[in-house]
């Protein structure tokens, strides 16, 4: 049986796919290592990867590292994105249903400091200190129960539905039910947009 990449192999395939090296990538790398460990999940990319579901806390580079190490994305529905801004992890093993929270010790920083007090720069510091750190100093870790409803599972979409206002389609029964309409999200409580105009309409008046 082939053996687990060690932590250096799997913290290098992180920094190639995230673009850098920052003491986050090594926090990320090493929370899905522990978080992995914990639930029982070996080959997270390979016989396990159907076993597997993680929740991030934090749009940050710790992210890519949780990503890079299990194989886990948004688009395969296998990450979800919870935007607490914490930087947290929850690792969850389908099969079994044991699921762990792992979170990052606020003390660890000041822990940090005092391994490498001869590096001027605090994340640098940071940065090596975090590689040698015990898991113990790093992180809290804590079992949870996660119950994930049918429409939130990897998997083709459950149902798939027109907005009565914009006429766009809305799936995985993300639509809002108000005043006997079916409603996309933005169209019932407001998105992060503000339609200016639809280019779309724009360009085809203008070719015709």
Do not use: W
């Not at 040698?132 to 998997?155: R, T």
């Not at 979409?157 to 006997?180: A, I, L, N």
Request: glycine share 8%.
């Amino acid at each position: 049986m082939e053996s687990a990449p060690d932590f250096e192999t799997l913290l290098q395939e992180s920094v190639r796919i995230h673009g850098h090296l920052c003491a986050g990538q090594v926090l990320g790398v090493r929370m899905s290592m522990l978080g992995l460990r914990e639930i029982g999940i070996g080959d997270p990319k390979g016989a396990d990867r159907k076993s597997l579901i993680v929740f991030v806390e934090m749009d940050r580079c710790a992210t890519d590292a949780v990503q890079s190490v299990t194989g886990c994305s948004l688009g395969k529905r296998s990450m979800k994105f919870m935007d607490y801004g914490k930087m947290a992890a929850t690792f969850l093993n389908l099969k079994t249903g044991k699921a762990v929270r792992v979170f990052a010790r606020e003390d660890s920083r000041d822990k940090a400091k005092e391994r490498f007090p001869e590096i001027e720069n605090k994340y640098t510091g940071q940065l090596e200190a975090y590689k040698i750190m015990s898991d113990e100093e790093l992180f809290d870790v804590m079992e949870v129960a996660i119950n994930i409803a049918p429409q939130d599972m990897p998997g083709r979409p459950m149902r798939r539905v027109q907005c009565d206002t914009c006429g766009e389609h809305v799936q995985d029964m993300r639509e809002v039910y108000q005043d006997g309409k079916v409603l996309c999200v933005p169209c019932a409580r407001g998105g992060y947009y503000e339609v200016n105009q639809s280019l779309s309409a724009v360009r085809y008046a203008e070719k015709s």
